[in-house]
């Protein structure tokens, strides 16, 4: 595991060479927010990294419910009873196994790895605009029909789970990248993710950090990039 630290943000970085797995710290005065859960064989790394820290984890937010987000889900919980879960209220049914899809959703099979025997579930289920210490809560679908990216309102870093990706380039969900193509194979409604990016873009964030791949300080201009190529490409597979 590698671990970079920039401003509020901590990246744990599990496999950065062949298949990068992103979880994060968000550092608040007295504590750690832990986005994402990472693979069923982090726990102790992220454990060790927040002893390092020397801060105590909190809480547990997920940005959507795949099983490379969530894999050490019930190990963390186990060892850390207290700390709440959160997850939005659309993925908390992917959490439980449930792919049917909502009226009004576009009927596309929902992709990707789906946990099939997870134990834990959300304390705290989030809506658009919510607020959990420092960051706010934002609306993403596309990835998933739940998907959640997560603000920090000290500093506009902003944690974008698989709403992007950025290992071999900055690119919506969806946008398929050669060099990396697990993200879009997983990707629920592409129009949908597109529009999301859009939304995301408004907020202009300081800091870009992807479910795959390293972080982007400044990211404005190679979201604009990724924005547009995936507005062409997917205009194309209509």
């Not at 099939?116 to 679908?141: E, F």
Request: charged share 20%; aromatic share 6%; net charge neutral.
């Amino acid at each position: 595991m590698r671990v970079t630290h920039t401003m509020t943000v901590y990246q744990l970085a599990f496999m950065p060479r062949l298949f990068p797995v992103n979880c994060y710290f968000i550092e608040e005065e007295q504590e750690l927010t832990l986005i994402d859960a990472a693979l069923p064989y982090s726990k102790k790394a992220i454990l060790d990294a927040a002893r390092r820290i020397g801060k105590p984890i909190t809480r547990i937010v997920l940005t959507h419910a795949h099983e490379d987000h969530v894999g050490a889900l019930d190990g963390l919980k186990q060892d850390l009873p207290e700390a709440q879960v959160y997850i939005s209220v659309r993925d908390a049914k992917l959490l439980s196994g449930d792919r049917s899809l909502e009226s009004g959703e576009p009927q596309t099979p929902i992709r990707g790895s789906v946990p099939k025997k997870l134990i834990t579930r959300a304390d705290i289920l989030l809506h658009d605009n919510d607020r959990i210490g420092s960051l706010l809560a934002l609306s993403a679908p596309g990835h998933t029909p739940g998907s959640m990216v997560f603000v920090d309102t000290r500093n506009n870093a902003m944690i974008a789970g698989d709403a992007f990706q950025s290992r071999g380039g900055l690119a919506v969900s969806g946008q398929l990248n050669p060099f990396f193509p697990f993200p879009a194979w997983a990707t629920w409604s592409k129009q949908t993710a597109l529009a999301s990016a859009r939304r995301l873009q408004q907020y202009k964030p300081t800091l870009l950090a992807t479910g795959h791949g390293p972080m982007i300080s400044e990211p404005g201009a190679a979201m604009e990039r990724a924005i547009a190529s995936a507005s062409h490409t997917f205009s194309q597979d209509k």
